[in-house]
Structure formats: structure tokens, C-alpha cells
Antibody
Framework: EVQLVESGGGLVQPGGSLRLSCAASGFTFRNYWMNWVRQAPGKGLEWVANINQDGSAKNHGGSVKGRFTISRDNAKNSLYLEVNSLRVEDTAVYYC????????????WGPGTLVTVSS | QSVLTQPPSVSGAPGQRVTISCTGSSSNIGAYSDVHWYQQLPGTAPKLLIYSTNNRPSGVPDRFSGSKSGTSASLAISGLQAEDESDYYCQSYDSSLSGYAFGTGTKVTVL
């Protein structure tokens, strides 16, 4: 059974940093593109970043570019998101997701981890 | 503000057919064949409902169908059921963003 479990969220002050993790199991992690998607409280979904199978290709959304960095460790079956220079508007549930069906659809999602940026 | 626009809400009686539109532009839906749809129940992670415009993952009922024309896409739910009451989002790649965009989201209410 495919499982994705995020961790690392919490309360952080503006300007602070966190490292979000996503532990993958039940599939061959190194064979898949992976994504981070976030959702602010009461708002819609926002794509954050994606990374290819070996980590050689990474893309970040405009609102996080230069502040967030996606990475992965295939030996540990783990996906990461380094979030720096946090702003109040970065408050959201952060989901990791596996890309499926030969394109760019996110076929599996984790339950998410909440990041709250507040003073 | 998203580059993909959806109606905030649609509603229908049980058994009826409802459609949700996703309006984009030549930099997203009009240029790329892959439009995906997700269902999100309150307090839960999204679930893939339709991929590549009109394909259903295993386990998704055939009451759900997708289509695309020009710079817009649509999700149709036929034989509406109480369990379909949820939020729905479309997704496409956008060349002007050099990344992915989700639609603004639509809440479906079963009357």
C-alpha cells in the first residue's frame, strides 16, 4: 500500500525556517516524480515545487522561489522541503504527493503537515 | 489569484447531473492536453478524480467524467449522490508561470 506521511510542521515566527519531510513507503520511491502542494486555511490548493526521480531537476512556484528548496534522498525514501524566510502568508497545510499516470497528475497524497507562521 | 477560474459553487438534487467549468487561457489549458481534477472532502487530502482530461483512476465511479474544449475544461458528475458533496479543483501546467496551476475550486452541494 502506497503511504506518504509528512512531518516537520509547527509554529514558527516570521523570518524563520523549517524543514518538512515526507516519508514514502509501499512503492519504489526512486522511480517517481514528487510534488509539494500547500493549502492555506480556508483557501484553495497551490502548487509549491516538484522534483524528478534522481533529484537532478527541480521546479519551484513563483511565490516560494528563492525561499523554499525541494530535495530528496532515495536511499531513505524521503522527500524534503526546506522553507526559509517564512512569511505569514506561508501559513498552510503542506502536502507531499506522488506523480502518476505518465504525466503530472498527483495520484497519491499524504495527510499533510500544518505550518503556522505567526509572531 | 489563480490563472484557472472555476465557479465558487454548484448544486443539484440527488440523481441530477452537474458540471464544473475550469476556464484557462492559451498558456495553460489551451496549450497542454493534460487537465486533472481532484476531489477534496473537508479536512482531508485531495484525491485524484480525473487525469489527462478524461481518464479515471481505478476505483473512481464512471459517474465522473471530464472533457476539454479550447481553453476550458469541464468535470461532469452524473447521478449526483450525497457523498459527492465536496470541493473540486482542476489543475494544468502553465507556461507563463513555468509551473502548475490549480483552479480556484468549486464546492458542490447536494440539495
Amino acid at each position: 500500500e502506497v503511504q506518504l506521511v509528512e512531518s516537520g510542521g509547527g509554529l514558527v515566527q516570521p523570518g524563520g525556517s523549517l524543514r518538512l519531510s515526507c516519508a514514502a513507503s509501499g512503492f519504489t520511491f526512486r522511480n517517481y516524480w514528487m510534488n509539494w502542494v500547500r493549502q492555506a486555511p480556508g483557501k484553495g490548493l497551490e502548487w509549491v515545487a516538484n522534483i524528478n526521480q534522481d533529484g537532478s531537476a527541480k521546479n519551484h512556484g513563483g511565490s516560494v522561489k528563492g525561499r523554499f528548496t525541494i530535495s530528496r534522498d532515495n536511499a531513505k525514501n524521503s522527500l524534503y522541503l526546506e522553507v526559509n524566510s517564512l512569511r505569514v502568508e506561508d501559513t498552510a497545510v503542506y502536502y507531499c504527493g506522488r506523480v502518476d499516470y505518465g504525466g503530472d497528475a498527483v495520484g497519491y497524497w499524504g495527510p499533510g503537515t500544518l505550518v503556522t507562521v505567526s509572531s | 489569484q489563480s490563472v484557472l477560474t472555476q465557479p465558487p459553487s454548484v448544486s443539484g438534487a440527488p440523481g441530477q447531473r452537474v458540471t464544473i467549468s475550469c476556464t484557462g487561457s492559451s498558456s495553460n489549458i489551451g496549450a497542454y492536453s493534460d487537465v486533472h481534477w481532484y476531489q477534496q472532502l473537508p479536512g482531508t487530502a485531495p484525491k485524484l478524480l480525473i487525469y489527462s482530461t478524461n481518464n479515471r483512476p481505478s476505483g473512481v465511479p464512471d459517474r465522473f467524467s471530464g472533457s476539454k474544449s479550447g481553453t476550458s475544461a469541464s468535470l461532469a458528475i452524473s447521478g449526483l449522490q450525497a457523498e459527492d458533496e465536496s470541493d473540486y479543483y482542476c489543475q494544468s501546467y502553465d507556461s507563463s508561470l513555468s509551473g502548475y496551476a490549480f483552479g480556484t475550486g468549486t464546492k458542490v452541494t447536494v440539495l
